[in-house]
């Protein structure tokens, strides 16, 4: 299973009643504000989630892998996911059951 | 961006909602995705990313105070890759 837009507007239907116009705006949105505010180079704080930063990377020598070219990667701003300590011990909760 | 600066956004987005349903909405979208992780179901936003659970495979490590060998078990840690969208409006505009 995977969980995608579609599922979180039918939560938010189903949960917050929103109808289903809004709760698939309200899902649009909020990864939108998410994308603007990082596109605008804030970083995002989500208190129990975990936090998007921005990294800015400099260029450095890469190289083509089908015909061994050497191409600089030039200098670029990525985004960076760190998860919050409580997501991350939910997980590892709940997943030590299959690992072990 | 925090949290209750990004319920503030959407809440104006939203004029037609009470302010409590923007509070409510982002938790519930928080909320199942922490859980979609937790049973190590992947998380696929078109235009924004996804998130999915990177094993780590148990190895021997050491407590750095005492020097001690310490048997550090497997675990799964969450990942994010961003999408196409959100990597290109990020990027540094081309120099």
Redesign the interface.
Known sequence: ?????A??AD??FD????NKR?AK???E???E???T???TG?????????N?Q?R?KPQRPGRNPKTGEEIPI????????H?SQK??S???????G??? | MTKSELIARLAERFPQLVAKDADFAVKVILDAMSAALARGDRIEIRGFGSFALNYRPPRTGRNPKSGEKVQVPAKYVPHFKAGKELRERVDLPAA
């Open positions: 299973m995977t969980l995608t837009k599922e979180l939560l938010l949960k917050v009643g929103l809004e705006d309200m899902v949105s909020f990864f504000e998410v994308r505010a990082l596109e804030d970083s995002v704080k989500l208190s129990g989630f975990g998007f921005l800015d030039t200098a670029r701003r990525v985004v960076t996911f998860a997501l991350k939910t997980v590892d909760a709940t997943q030590n299959n690992v072990r």
